[in-house]
């Protein structure tokens, strides 16, 4: 009943408890209340298992089972599943809990699909199977490994590393206010309900993400990289606001300085939050 109680709060916004996602922190950042709630949550799972496992595994238990089977391969493997979802430059996983269900799922169907790849490389070259029991702790992360360094090679993998809050003195914000709101990175937002309002950033990279706030009430906007126009990007959202959802990316920039401007084009609701940035 203690983590369904948090769960309600995390989906409603936490109007019971307004000033809990700045006790929390980040993801990144493991304070000892989030470490709490894991805890917690971890314990609720187990339990919730336990007590519903005939159900359970007659629905799923083919696919759990298996994987905490090969839990090992498995854990190495999604590193490639995620690198190949999120550099398809359609993906979008945090707009809706549908969408972010889909792309979730098929990562698990990768995963999952992976293990009956290498058992019939095994199968097809059974003088394999010896090497593959010696080398078996070591064989997925080594493939992860190559797998992320030859997409790097190639340009299609972005680390980013460097985070630029809307207060950042790079950026120049024309016909914005800011706003305090705990639930934002940094625990503030530029926002704007004004056309042509405007929004400068001269970055050093080759790789940008923007995140902000999707709303009822979110407009649109249109973002350059260089003065050249990448398209119109909707913040609107039917469902309860979404903080921290990624708006727009750009990837194989040219290594550098740009400049990145956002010029609202309606007269809905836009909130931008901050920037990721791949050196």
Same mark, same amino acid.
């Given at each position: 009943? %203690?983590?369904? $109680? ?14 809990? #996602? ?17 805890? !917690? ?7 919730? /298992? ?8 007659? !629905?799923?238990?083919?696919?759990? &089972? ?6 090992? =391969?498995? $854990? ?22 549908? !969408? ?5 799922? +098929?990562? &698990? ?7 009956? /790849? ?6 097809? =070259? ?8 010696? &080398? ?16 790097? =090679?190639?340009? +299609? ?18 016909? =914005?206010?800011? %706003? ?10 530029? %926002? ?15 790789? &940008?993400?923007?995140?902000? @706030? ?6 649109? +906007? ?12 909707? !913040? ?7 903080? @921290? ?16 401007? +956002?010029?609202? @084009?309606?007269?809905?609701? /836009?909130?931008?939050?901050?920037? @990721?940035?791949? #050196?």
């Amino acid at each position: 009943m %203690v983590a369904l $109680f948090f769960v309600g709060l995390h989906i409603t916004g936490y109007p019971l408890w307004p000033d809990l #996602p700045e006790h929390l922190g980040d993801r990144y950042d493991m304070r000892p209340l989030r470490l709490m709630l894991v805890s !917690l949550y971890l314990f609720a799972s187990y339990s919730l /298992v336990t007590w519903l496992w005939r159900p359970l595994n007659a !629905l799923c238990g083919w696919l759990l &089972i298996r994987l905490g089977q090969e839990a090992l =391969w498995c $854990f190495s493997i999604h590193f490639l599943a995620i690198l190949l979802l999120y550099n398809l430059p359609f993906f979008r996983s945090d707009v809706s809990i549908w !969408l972010g269900t889909l792309w979730h799922g +098929i990562a &698990i169907a990768l995963v999952f699909a992976s293990l009956y /790849v290498r058992d019939a490389v095994l199968m097809l =070259w059974p003088s394999l199977k010896e090497k593959y029991k010696q &080398i078996m702790l070591a064989a997925p992360a080594i493939l992860a490994w190559m797998a992320v360094q030859f997409a790097g =090679w190639l340009g +299609i993998s972005i680390s980013y590393v460097e985070f630029i809050d809307d207060g950042d003195p790079r950026c120049v914000w024309q016909g =914005w206010n800011e %706003v305090a709101d705990q639930s934002a990175y940094g625990g503030s937002m530029q %926002v704007t309900d004004k056309v042509g309002a405007m929004m400068q950033c001269t970055l050093q990279g080759k790789g &940008i993400e923007l995140y902000g @706030r999707i709303s009822r009430s979110g407009g649109r +906007i249109e973002v350059f990289v260089d003065q050249q126009s990448y398209g119109e990007y909707g !913040l609107q959202y039917s469902g309860p606001d979404i903080y @921290r959802v990624r708006l727009f990316v750009a990837r194989d920039l040219t290594p550098g300085e740009h400049e990145l401007s +956002i010029i609202s @084009r309606t007269s809905g609701e /836009v909130a931008i939050d901050y920037l @990721r940035i791949a #050196p």
